[in-house]
């Protein structure tokens, strides 16, 4: 294998080992003696195979200081847990002060070296050199393993030495870098869970809210995965997240030992009593819910263990998903919406190609309905008017009443009025006016009375123009104009003050979709995930899956369709997709293409 900028043939290193442990374990009987190494594309096989592991080379006699650089980088992607090779090819000193798991830096196609011209004493004789690493940033990844696209140049230095008489890395950044296809061979997404803080919102009629919230966080992929997700767990939520969630396990508690059986029962042992039964079985139900994500069978239990093996509390999986899981607040129904020719509320019962007329003054009262959101209890419908104008909230019964505008808009310009509304898990209504002389974000508790004005310090000259929260209340999907382009932001709700004096902002926005530069329509469609409609530079729109960290690689792609003005999903995954173009609803179920279910109609929803 030839280094980058490198003169004479290298080594091999880690690319050549996953060669030859593949061709081990395929039972090839011989290799080629001759002809060019190529690095083996068989990626997904080394993922999948739990035998097969990537480990660097120790560095050779000789090796110039690119070479030195070239093999460091190429074992900084191999399956050892305290990257041992890549320090051989430090000086000792640098060996012992290097933070490998501070942080990782992606780049598009991996970093380009450049020697820069003469060289600098040591101070002990030797020469020294330094070589650059530059490249194009699309990611970065923080010590608590949170990812974050960032895009832009990346350049750093590393200083290289003589010791012992062979060059080595004297002065390197802390972390690691790699390329954004190295990164998604040896690290997985990882969903951790930690309980909604609700503020004033957290009691209702007497009972504390108990939910859980998706924190998304990336680990490697095969060194002790079981383990790594339960540590990042209980060393507790990320930065961007940490402000409105909370976490049962205090600052100190350490798992000793984790293990699951052949029954997948999962045990966790701590590294002191756990506290009370409430606060165990809180405990017990971010770590089934943590470790359910990355198993792919159900676990059946949890239990988690004080110090000496003593069995502190066990929690069914059954118990966590009804008092605790973020699916719960999703909506169960089968129920699929859309506004209809007549501008009426309409439903499709799973599968069904036939649309029914919903009871209540939205399925045959004389309101010609625009946008529409349905409880997630599906009890009642919020529902804007054709004109943008008037929000309204009633009831999906056949005796239900339309009662009196909950919120009007005095824009001039239709575009300008209401955007479509959202409900989040708690029954809080939320809707922006997009007036010019008067822009709001509101929010409505139980879908009534009067509105908190939600403040977005971070919006400066933009507009929301659409908006969709999540279940947990605490995550809120913006489409926000500025510039003349629209970009899907993430923003994080914070609730403080009494309960009856409620502050609520949305704090910390982030660009979810980077890469797009304008952006239709998006949808939550999972506890992590959104499908979003967009169109990157030059391009033309297209429908695609994004994680709400803002990354992609994990995600499965979808059928390409075209024209598409809004999109629908459910946060339970295995319901299918709904979009709306040429004036009608399409529907793609899992593992099929798009269908049209009717050629007239407008604002497909779930509940929410």
């Known amino acids: 294998m030839r280094a980058k900028g490198g003169g004479r043939p290298r080594p091999v290193k880690a690319g050549m080992l996953l060669c030859c442990l593949l061709v081990l374990l395929t039972g090839c009987a011989s290799m080629p003696s001759s002809g060019e190494v190529h690095r083996v594309g068989g990626e997904q096989h080394a993922d999948s195979d739990p035998q097969v592991r990537v480990y660097g080379v120790k560095p050779q006699k000789g090796e110039t200081p690119r070479e030195i650089v070239s093999g460091f980088l190429e074992a900084t992607t191999s399956d050892e847990a305290k990257y041992d090779t890549a320090k051989l090819y430090m000086t000792k000193e640098q060996a012992q002060r290097w933070k490998p798991d501070s942080g990782i830096t992606i780049l598009g196609d991996g970093p380009t070296q450049v020697q820069e011209p003469g060289s600098t004493g040591d101070g002990k004789g030797d020469d020294g050199t330094q070589i650059s690493l530059t490249g194009e940033k699309v990611a970065a990844v923080d010590a608590r393993h949170a990812y974050r696209a960032d895009e832009g140049t990346f350049s750093t230095g590393i200083r290289l030495t003589k010791e012992n008489g062979e060059w080595r890395i004297a002065g390197v950044a802390d972390g690691l870098v790699l390329s954004e296809a190295d990164f998604t061979r040896f690290y997985r997404s990882v969903d951790t869970y930690y309980f909604a803080s609700l503020g004033p919102d957290a009691l209702a009629e007497g009972k504390r809210r108990e939910a859980l919230v998706a924190d998304p966080l990336y680990l490697r992929k095969r060194i002790n995965p079981l383990g790594a997700t339960v540590d990042a767990l209980l060393a507790g939520p990320t930065e961007w997240l940490e402000p409105v969630v909370e976490s049962a396990f205090a600052s100190g508690i350490r798992a000793t030992k984790v293990t699951l059986d052949d029954t997948q029962r999962l045990t966790v042992r701590l590294n002191r009593a756990p506290g009370d039964s409430l606060r165990c079985r809180r405990m017990a139900a971010q770590l089934i819910q943590t470790v359910q994500g990355m198993s792919s069978s159900p676990l059946p239990s949890v239990d988690v263990q004080s110090p000496g093996n003593r069995t502190a509390c066990s929690l069914q999986r059954e118990q966590a998903a009804r008092d605790y899981a973020p699916e719960g607040l999703a909506g169960q129904g089968n129920e699929q919406y859309f506004v209809d020719a007549d501008h009426h509320l309409v439903s499709l019962s799973g599968d069904g190609t036939q649309p029914m007329t919903v009871p209540g003054p939205f399925g045959s009262g004389p309101l010609k309905l625009g946008t529409v959101a349905v409880r997630r209890?599906?009890?009642?419908?919020?529902?804007?008017?054709?004109?943008?104008?008037?929000?309204?909230?009633?009831?999906?019964?056949?005796?239900?009443?339309?009662?009196?505008?909950?919120?009007?808009?005095?824009?001039?310009?239709?575009?300008?009025?209401?955007?479509?509304?959202?409900?989040?898990?708690?029954?809080?209504?939320?809707?922006?006016?997009?007036?010019?002389?008067?822009?709001?974000?509101l929010m409505f508790r139980d879908g009534a009375g009067t509105p908190v004005d939600v403040t977005v310090p971070e919006l400066g000259n933009g507009r929301i123009e659409s908006l969709r929260v999540a279940a947990d209340g605490v995550r809120i999907a913006l489409l926000v104009s500025e510039d003349k382009h629209t970009t899907l932001r993430l923003g994080r709700i914070e609730r403080t003050g009494p309960s009856d004096d409620p502050q609520i902002a949305v704090a910390d926005l982030r660009r979810v979709t980077p890469q797009l530069e304008d952006v239709i329509a998006a949808s939550w469609a999972g506890v992590s995930r959104l499908v979003v409609v967009g169109r990157e530079t030059g391009g033309?729109?297209?429908?695609?899956?994004?994680?709400?960290?803002?990354?992609?690689?994990?995600t499965p792609s979808l059928p390409g369709i075209s024209g598409v003005k809004s999109v629908a999903a459910s946060e339970n995954q295995d319901k299918p997709l709904l979009a709306e173009l040429d004036g009608g609803i399409f529907r793609l179920p899992p593992d099929a293409n798009w269908k049209e279910v009717t050629p007239k109609g407008t604002a497909p929803v779930y509940p929410g």
């Open 377 to 441: 209890d599906e009890q009642s419908a919020a529902a804007v008017t054709e004109d943008g104008a008037s929000l309204y909230v009633a009831p999906l019964d056949a005796g239900g009443e339309l009662g009196p505008v909950v919120a009007r808009s005095q824009a001039v310009d239709k575009k300008n009025r209401l955007s479509a509304p959202s409900w989040d898990g708690y029954g809080g209504l939320w809707v922006a006016d997009r007036d010019p002389n008067r822009p709001r974000l």
């Open 540 to 554: 033309v729109p297209q429908i695609q899956y994004v994680d709400a960290d803002g990354s992609a690689s994990f």
